[in-house]
Nanobody, 125 residues
Framework: QVQLQESGGRLVHPGDSLKLFCSVSKQTTGAYAKGWFRQAPGKEREFVAASSWNGGMTYYGDSVKGRFSISREDGKGMVYLQMTSLKPEDTAIYYC??????????????????WGQGTQVTVSS
C-alpha cells in the first residue's frame, strides 16, 4: 500500500513558477514509478510527468515539455514537480500517483495504482 499527499498548489500569475510537493509513504517493499497528472473542470485526467521505478528516466506530456520538471528523493519519501512559464491552461487539480510496474510508465491514468487527493493550481492574471 502506498499513501501520497500533495501540497504547494496556489493561485499564481501567467509566467510564474511554482513547485509542487508529494509526500510518499508505503508499507510494502519495492520501488514504484511516480507521476503527476492533472484534471481541469470538464476534462479528462491528463498525464503531466513521470519518473521511472528507479528514477533513471523521466517522461513528460507534450503540453508541458520544456516547462515542467519531475524529480524525486526516495530517501525522504518526496516527489516534486517544478513548473515554470505557467499558463492559464495549466489551471487544474494536480495529482501525485504511483505505479508498481518497471516498464515505461503509462500515460493512461486508469493504469496507475495509487493516488493522492490532489492540490489546486490556478493560473490567472
Amino acid at each position: 500500500q502506498v499513501q501520497l499527499q500533495e501540497s504547494g498548489g496556489r493561485l499564481v500569475h501567467p509566467g510564474d513558477s511554482l513547485k509542487l510537493f508529494c509526500s510518499v509513504s508505503k508499507q510494502t517493499t519495492g520501488a514504484y514509478a511516480k507521476g503527476w497528472f492533472r484534471q481541469a473542470p470538464g476534462k479528462e485526467r491528463e498525464f503531466v510527468a513521470a519518473s521511472s521505478w528507479n528514477g533513471g528516466m523521466t517522461y513528460y506530456g507534450d503540453s508541458v515539455k520544456g516547462r515542467f520538471s519531475i524529480s524525486r528523493e526516495d530517501g525522504k519519501g518526496m516527489v516534486y514537480l517544478q513548473m515554470t512559464s505557467l499558463k492559464p491552461e495549466d489551471t487544474a487539480i494536480y495529482y501525485c500517483t504511483a505505479w508498481g510496474g518497471i516498464a515505461t510508465p503509462p500515460e493512461k491514468f486508469e493504469e496507475w495504482d495509487f493516488w493522492g487527493q490532489g492540490t489546486q493550481v490556478t493560473v490567472s492574471s
